[in-house]
C-alpha cells in the first residue's frame, strides 16, 4: 500500500510538474503572466505534496505508542467504590497474547502483535496502526492529501479549457501526438485526483467528528455496538479535545511533529496515568495522581483480551481493516 500512495504521487507529480506546469513555467515564448501563473501553481503544489508526504512517512514511521514495559493498573482494592462494586465497571485489562496490562483507551493489534495506546485502528494503507503517537500525522495526511488532490484537479481542469479553447475562438489546429499524450495524462490524473478527494472527504469529516469528541474509531464502533446514548466520558469539550491531539501549540497544529511536552500529555491521555511502572518518573507522569488529562474516571471497560480491528473507511475490506471491532478468528464479539 506504500507503493501504492507512492505511484499515485508520482503519477499527479509527472503529469502536473513534468507534462504540463514545467515547461509552461519554462515557456518564454509565451506571454509573462502564464509563465508567471505556474510558477505560482508549482509552488502551491510542491508545498502541498511536501507536506503530504512528510505527514505520510511521520505516520507510517512513527510507533503509535507502546504499552511501557512493566505498567500496572492501581490495585483493585484501591480502586474506587464505585468500580469496585460493581463488575461491569471493572477496570484492570489484561492482554492475554501480550501476557501484559493494557490501560483502557489500548487495544491489541493482530496484525501488529501486540497492544497500542489509545488505538484507533490498523490501516493498511500506512502499514501501520494509528495510535496516540501518530493519529495527529495520520490527520494531517488525510488533510493535506485532500487540499493537494483537490488543488491539482483545478490546476489540470485549467489545461482541458486552454486545449480546447481554439475550437471556440476559431483558431483550431491539429494536435501534435505529443499534445494528445499530454491530455490524455492529464485526463487520467484528473479523475485519479478527483476520486481520491472525493473518497477522503467523507473520511475527514468522520475523523474531525471523532477528534472532537475524543473518540477513536474503535470506540466508535464499541459505542455502536453497546448502543450507549450515554454521554462519551473522555468528551471534555471540542477545543480540549482536539489539543489533546493537536497539542496547544499552534504553530505545531499543521506540522506532523509532538513537541516534548505534548509527547507526556500523550502518554497521559492514553491513560497510563491511573497505574504505574518503572520509567513513570523519567517519562514525567506523575504516579501517585490517579487521570490527571482526561478527564472523569471511566465507566465502561472490562478485563478483556480481545483483539481489536476497526476500519477507518479507507480499510474497509482490507486485512486490518474489518468494520466489526472483535476477535479476528471467527468474528467473535469482544468479552462484553
Ligand atoms: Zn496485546
Ligand atoms: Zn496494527
Redesign the pocket.
Known amino acids: 500500500m506504500v507503493l501504492v500512495v507512492l505511484g499515485v504521487v508520482a503519477l499527479t507529480y509527472y503529469t502536473t510538474v513534468v507534462l504540463v506546469y514545467g515547461p509552461a513555467a519554462l515557456d518564454d515564448r509565451d506571454n509573462n503572466n502564464n509563465a508567471a501563473g505556474a510558477w505560482v501553481v508549482l509552488a502551491i503544489y510542491h508545498v502541498l505534496i511536501v507536506m503530504t508526504l512528510w505527514s505520510y512517512f511521520a505516520c507510517v514511521l512513527t510507533d503509535p505508542g507502546r504499552v511501557p514495559p512493566g505498567w500496572a493498573p492501581p490495585p483493585e482494592d484501591e480502586e474506587d467504590e464505585r468500580v469496585r462494586t460493581s463488575n461491569s465497571e471493572k477496570r484492570r485489562r489484561f492482554c492475554r497474547k501480550c501476557t501484559a496490562w493494557k490501560p483502557e483507551r489500548s487495544h491489541h493489534?493482530s496484525?501488529?502483535g501486540r497492544c497500542?495506546l489509545k488505538m484507533d485502528h490498523?490501516c493498511v494503507w500506512v502499514a501501520?496502526?494509528v495510535g496516540a503517537y501518530n493519529y495527529k500525522h495520520f490527520i494531517l495526511f488525510l488533510l493535506y492529501t485532500f487540499a493537494a488532490c483537490v488543488f491539482d484537479a483545478v490546476a489540470l481542469a485549467s489545461t482541458f479549457v486552454s486545449y480546447w479553447a481554439d475550437v471556440h475562438d476559431g483558431s483550431h489546429r491539429e494536435k501534435t501526438d505529443e499534445e494528445k499524450m499530454t491530455m490524455a495524462a492529464v485526463f487520467v490524473t484528473f479523475f485519479v485526483d478527483v476520486a481520491f478527494a472525493a473518497s477522503l472527504l467523507g473520511f475527514i469529516v468522520m475523523h474531525a467528528n471523532l477528534n472532537f469528541s475524543n473518540m477513536t474509531t474503535i470506540e466508535m464502533y464499541e459505542k455502536k455496538k453497546a448502543r450507549s446514548t450515554l454521554p462519551w466520558r473522555y468528551d471534555r469539550g471540542k477545543r480540549k479535545n482536539f489539543t489533546e491531539v493537536f497539542g496547544t501549540t499552534i504553530a505545531l497544529w499543521f506540522l506532523p511533529l509532538h513537541s516534548a511536552h505534548q509527547m507526556r500529555r500523550l502518554l497521559d491521555v492514553s491513560r497510563l496515568s491511573g497505574g504505574s511502572y518503572p520509567r513513570m518518573v523519567e517519562d514525567g507522569l506523575d504516579p501517585i495522581a490517579p487521570v490527571s488529562v482526561a478527564g472523569d474516571p471511566p465507566r465502561g471497560s472490562r478485563g478483556d483480551d480481545g483483539e481489536e480491528l476497526a476500519a477507518c473507511g479507507l480499510c474497509v475490506g482490507s486485512r486490518?481493516g474489518g468494520v466489526v471491532v472483535g476477535k479476528k478468528s471467527g468474528g467473535r464479539s469482544r468479552d462484553a
Open positions: 493489534c496484525v501488529c497500542v490498523h501501520s496502526c486490518g
